[in-house]
């Protein structure tokens, strides 16, 4: 029964993980560069909190297939559970075994006389812990090293329990609280409290082992005097351990005790996460104090193997009716509040932004724009992802307002300080041709990630605009990394081809007289890189002339961008659509016209038709004499809108117009605050 | 039989396999020196430098035939007849005890690298090269910052120490220490950690001064300046230092061949005496024009500086040249003279002069020159030149110099040796080359900071070697004392005066 409640629990949180925030999972696997080698292994071990953090970087590479990261943590989570009940069931004294209907099966039977035996009473609040993390987990910052680093505790704490008994024992935990400590950092300190409350409760009466035999559990230790001397120096050493580890790394020492890898963040404290910690220590100490329902017997079966010893028929406690209403009712709260705070914390909000952002890079253009459908974008950074669906899915000039526009920042966001931002504008600029903005966005989101990480995905970019800009032999150093890695390896040694031959390392006896920049290029296999569908468009269309990026210029950058290679119709389509935004029509005719000079017959976009002719009324009386071929549909609806506005303008316009009108350049201007 | 014996026989008889392994195949001679890397072919070395280990060139690249080497072995014999032998799979190690003998016995002298690779039928044997061995020591060690080659945003900043002797690197400051901090300019008086002034930057930050034993946590912005210290120079004496005020702005440029444009929109000089505590500003470097990089003469009498007129920037950026001025130095009172002199006109030459270092003996100025701006590190057309004080001509380093980014620089205590930064190896990250230079300003090959294993250090670099100072002897810093007093805000406030 009890599998069964932790598959079911295990089973809650694949679906949970899978199906409500597997988004959460991709954003955590591309702020992460795990990858295979003695290298990084070192790098990362040889530190406190290394083993955790390596762990935690190997289970996260797996998220980038959101089922697979909702099955390992679906895993760990049952394990953390596992264990608390592991640890709870040997602190009531029971050596190990199932607790079945009111027998013990398997070989070990009874208790030692006199003692208390376990109750199914407290059996969920094994599942608090486990819960809690969860819900923690929610959060996209709280790593999965802190799931790891939680579980080695925990771990621990088991191993010390079976360690036999007295002194040998006591020397155990003190062995393994200094190699957690360098394992798992402050987690140490639940190891610590499991231990200090675990040797208070040890009698010293011996109790059957699982051979049958008698064992003395906890020899020596229920005097007060040996504890003070035996187990009271853990206190003692578990913040003495960072203060020695300081010795050696520079980290502060909040952060060696509270966790350098659990939270991205790493100049912010996470407190909740202590909570996990508070629970995890204190579920088995709960346990142990809860007290068995006095009403309640229970007979025990000993089998025949056992030994006349421990052949005693102890009366245990059954679990009566009461203890399992109390049982059922600490299910329920348990569920119930586990549910509640997922519905609490989940962050579907981030969980679209994550979407949007993952759909771009995997240049799911559709699937953005249904996506959009579904839920209106709520951010400038949702709609770059939308308008740049639009654009290649050829309908930004024709539905750029379809959609809720913000507004020129939802075509080409400012560059922020942040992690996520500029790594979509990234994606923007390296479609646009522009090389060195996509690169600098790329390089510079990754040095942005708080916890000093590095993110395979910004190393795929930097690879490519490396390629494009010729840079091979960097290039060939981001390719190499990504090389040991298991879901970019493949990608990396395609890659890898377009760099042609082994290059030198700078050695310019072996170059003659080539003492120009142009050596690079000759180490790179240009025939493949122009003909790639990527590199070789984007070489095409990217900037030829020198000049330095202006932020307050976008579309100045645009036009140049557009004019130094007229193939490139996405800038020329964002040139217009930032003017549109922007509300900047005398521009916006101005450009038009290098594509649609005036006398064209070319028919224009239905938003371009519509942004023209307000254009052309706010300087003249009325449309006659536009140079442009403007519908006569366009025409009548600006008649249209013109009257409507004038007839509700005492009242609310907007949503007067909003139904007929809601979609045109029109509504923008008028009612669209930027 | 006991183990012992046991095992060493077995030692014994695998060893043997090994050496049978080698001993046997021909040797075939190449009639051309190894394409070793890094490129030690031909270097002056210092004597009390780290062994240089190198490894061979993948050698695809310049024919098919070429084989690859399982194994490598080198032979460095010295004028003296006395030798060591270093080997190794992939790269060529050398014991440091050994190395460190053959390069004292052979000081003033030269070594003889005879290196042959096993290409596992038979031995490839290359025509020997030459290192040259100056008597002249390095200084102790070299501190240097490890920066990623970023734009706007900086992650993991720390302050590092290498022996060049050895290759024990260890952190001066890591910015994990105090969280959203960074860290720069650290710099000595004329290479003494004695005199270590380092700026930590962020809310919590401030100027480091250590002094003889000292450790001052300075708030260097006042009311009367325009920003912090920035770019700073220790007076021999020890009592000033020089600090530039900087307002820095970075652009981005948009083409392939040059990433970032870093310019001052303000920038003056002022004295800073760590005696009074007090900012010395006079009116003659804190002008509308760019004051910027100053260092003292070594004889203290004088400062020198880069100067340029002002710009409209970002807009004129091209236009921004810097020449090399000079004033006068009273270091009894700690001010400046009233007249600016014009070292070099860079401008009239379309040059811009950057990062002015004299040496300790007072003989020659190593600048960074560039074709237009302030930052060389970004300007792939930035150069190391040498101004000889004696007769005031200058003149490109052509030894030192390479198709790519020359720049900052600093002496050894002896005037010998100079660490520059290059970027010649990628383009990117920026690395340290140690490079001779005599006292009329002949030069050496330069070498690059030797690494045990160099393929597997340089290839998995992700970080620059930023401004590499040469120093004396270890640096030490008040680390407990720097997080006190960061974590507390304890800021010792500056004064301001004008001395005109």
């Known amino acids: ?674 | 039989m006991s183990f012992l014996p046991k095992y060493s026989l077995a030692c014994m008889a695998l060893m043997a396999i090994v050496a049978c392994h080698y001993a046997g195949g021909e040797v075939v001679p190449e009639d051309s020196p190894p394409a070793i890397w890094p490129d030690y072919k031909e270097v002056t070395v210092p004597v009390n430098i780290a062994p240089l280990n190198f490894t061979l060139e993948k050698t695809t690249l310049l024919s098919d035939e070429e084989p690859a080497f399982s194994r490598l072995e080198a032979w460095v014999e010295g004028a003296d007849g006395s030798f060591i032998k270093g080997s190794g799979k992939r790269h060529v190690r050398f014991s440091m005890g050994g190395w460190a003998r053959l390069l004292e016995k052979n000081a003033g002298d030269s070594l003889l690298v005879t290196l042959r690779g096993w290409d596992g039928k038979q031995w490839h044997s290359y025509r020997p090269f030459t290192i040259y061995v100056n008597a002249r020591p390095i200084d102790h060690g070299m501190v240097f910052r490890y920066i990623a080659p970023g734009y706007e945003v900086y992650s993991k900043v720390d302050i590092y120490q290498r022996e060049l002797s050895s290759f024990r690197t260890s952190a001066i400051y890591e910015n994990t220490l105090i969280p959203q901090t960074c860290a720069n300019c650290h710099s000595f008086k004329q290479g003494d950690p004695e005199y270590f002034s380092l700026h930590v930057r962020g809310e919590k930050g401030a100027t480091v001064l250590q002094k003889e034993g000292t450790f001052r946590y300075l708030d260097s912005r006042t009311d009367s300046t325009s920003s912090a210290f920035s770019y700073p120079s220790w007076h021999p004496d020890g009592r000033y230092i020089a600090y530039s005020l900087n307002k820095t702005y970075q652009s981005f440029h948009v083409t392939a061949e040059d990433r970032v444009e870093v310019y001052d929109l303000v920038s003056d000089i002022v004295i800073y005496d760590t005696q009074e505590n007090c900012i010395l500003a006079s009116d003659l470097l804190t002008t509308g024009a760019f004051e910027t990089f100053p260092k003292f003469s070594a004889d203290g009498h004088s400062l020198y500086f880069c100067l340029a007129r002002e710009q409209d920037l970002p807009t004129e950026y091209r236009d921004l040249r810097y020449n090399l001025c000079r004033v006068d130095f009273d270091p009894l009172t700690g001010e400046t003279g009233k007249e600016i002199h014009t070292v070099i006109d860079a401008v009239s030459i379309g040059k811009s002069i950057s990062q002015p270092v004299p040496s300790p003996d007072g003989r020659h100025i190593l600048f960074s020159l560039l074709d237009f701006g302030t930052f060389p590190v970004n300007h792939r057309a930035s150069e190391l030149a040498l101004l000889d004080l004696e007769d005031n001509t200058w003149r490109l380093l052509d030894a030192w110099n390479s198709p790519d980014v020359e720049s900052y620089h600093s002496w050894s205590s002896n005037s010998r040796w100079v660490v520059f930064s290059s970027r010649r190896q990628d383009g990117l990250l920026v690395l340290p080359y140690i490079g001779y230079i005599d006292e009329q300003g002949n030069t050496g090959k330069p070498f690059l900071l030797p690494q045990k294993d160099p393929e597997h250090f340089y290839g998995t670099l992700t970080r620059s070697f930023n401004c590499p100072e040469l120093v004396t002897a270890a640096v030490k810093l008040e680390r407990r004392k720097l997080e006190r007093s960061a974590n507390r805000m304890e800021r010792e406030e500056v004064r301001f005066r004008r001395i005109d």
Not at chain 1, 17 to 27: A, T
Not at chain 1, 202 to 227: D, N
Not at chain 1, 259 to 279: D, E, I, K, M
Not at chain 1, 421 to 434: A, E, F, I, K, R
Request: net charge positive.
């Open chain 1, 1 to 674: 029964m009890r599998k069964v409640c932790s598959l079911v629990f295990g089973l809650g949180v694949f679906l949970f993980f899978w199906l409500v925030l597997p988004y959460h999972l991709r954003f955590h696997e591309q702020f992460q560069f795990f990858r295979f080698g003695m290298d990084y292994f070192m790098d990362s071990v040889l530190h406190p909190e290394g083993f955790s953090f390596y762990l935690g970087g190997f289970f996260t590479q797996f998220f980038r297939y959101p089922w697979a990261g909702a099955l390992i943590i679906a895993l760990l989570l049952m394990l953390m559970q596992r264990l608390v009940a592991a640890i709870a069931y040997r602190a009531q004294g029971i050596a190990s075994g199932r607790w079945e209907s009111g027998s013990i099966s398997g070989s070990n039977t009874g208790n030692a006389p006199g003692r208390v035996p376990g109750n199914p009473l407290w059996y969920p609040l094994t599942y608090l812990p486990s819960a809690f993390v969860w819900l923690l987990l929610c959060n996209e910052n709280y790593l999965i090293s802190a799931v790891v680093a939680l579980l080695l505790a925990l771990w621990a704490v088991n191993l010390y329990q079976r360690a036999g008994d007295g002194k040998s024992r006591i020397a155990v935990f003190y062995v393994l609280q200094l190699v957690l400590f360098f394992l798992a950092g402050g987690t140490v300190l639940i190891f610590t409290a499991c231990f200090l409350y675990l040797e208070a409760f040890c009698t010293g009466e011996a109790v059957p082992g699982r051979t049958g035999r008698m064992e003395t559990a906890c020899r020596g230790t229920g005097r007060w005097k040996t504890y003070a001397l035996q187990v009271l120096p853990a206190v003692a050493l578990v913040f003495l351990y960072p203060m020695a580890a300081r010795i050696f790394w520079q980290y502060p020492y909040e952060k060696l005790l509270g966790g350098l890898h659990f939270y991205r963040y790493y100049y912010f404290s996470y407190p909740l996460q202590y909570v996990a910690w508070a629970l995890a220590a204190a579920v088995p100490l709960l346990c142990r104090l809860i007290p068995a329902p006095k009403s309640c017997s229970m007979k025990r079966r000993i089998p025949a193997a056992c030994p006349d010893s421990v052949k005693q028929q102890i009366a245990a406690p059954k679990p009566g009716r009461g203890s399992r209403i109390i049982s059922a009712v600490l299910c329920v709260l348990i569920t119930a509040g586990t549910v509640f705070g997922l519905f609490r914390f989940a962050g579907l909000d981030k969980e679209r932004l994550f979407e949007y952002d993952i759909l771009v890079y995997e240049e799911q253009w559709d699937q953005v724009l249904q996506r959009a459908q579904k839920d209106t974008p709520g951010s400038s950074i949702e709609m770059v992802a939308v308008n740049l669906a639009l654009w290649h899915t050829g309908r930004l000039e024709t539905e750029l307002f379809h959609y809720p526009q913000q507004g020129p920042e939802g075509l080409m966001l400012p560059f922020r300080r942040d992690f996520v931002t500029p790594l979509m504008m990234s994606q923007v600029y390296l479609h646009l041709g522009m090389v060195n903005s996509a690169q600098r966005n790329a390089y510079d989101a990754m040095e942005a990630i708080p916890d000093f990480q590095k993110s395979a995905r910004s190393y795929k970019l930097l690879a490519q605009t490396n390629i494009i800009n010729g840079h091979y032999r960097v290039a060939r150093g981001y390719l190499e990394q990504l090389s040991k890695t298991l879901f970019y390896r493949k990608w990396a040694q395609e890659a890898m081809q377009y760099l042609g031959n082994e290059e030198h390392f700078g050695n310019e006896e072996r170059l003659g007289n080539e003492e120009h920049l142009g050596n690079e290029d000759r180490l790179g296999d240009e025939e493949r890189i122009a003909a790639h569908p990527v590199y070789g468009r984007i070489r095409r269309i990217r900037y030829r002339d020198e000049m330095l990026f202006s932020p307050q210029g976008l579309n100045a950058m645009l036009d140049i961008l557009y004019r130094n290679n007229r193939e490139n119709k996405m800038a020329y389509a964002y040139m217009l659509a930032y003017t549109l935004l922007a509300k900047d029509l005398e521009r916006f005719a101005d450009y038009i016209t290098l594509e649609y000079p005036s006398g064209s017959d070319k028919t224009l976009p239905v938003p371009y038709q519509e942004a023209l002719a307000l254009y052309w009324v706010q300087n003249n009386s009325s449309l006659e004499g536009i140079p442009w071929n403007i519908s006569g549909d366009v025409r009548k609806r600006l008649d249209d809108f013109t009257a409507m506005y004038q007839q509700f303008a005492g009242g609310r316009p907007e949503r007067e117009l909003k139904k007929d009108f809601g979609k045109t350049y029109w509504y923008y201007v008028f009612f669209t605050k930027i």
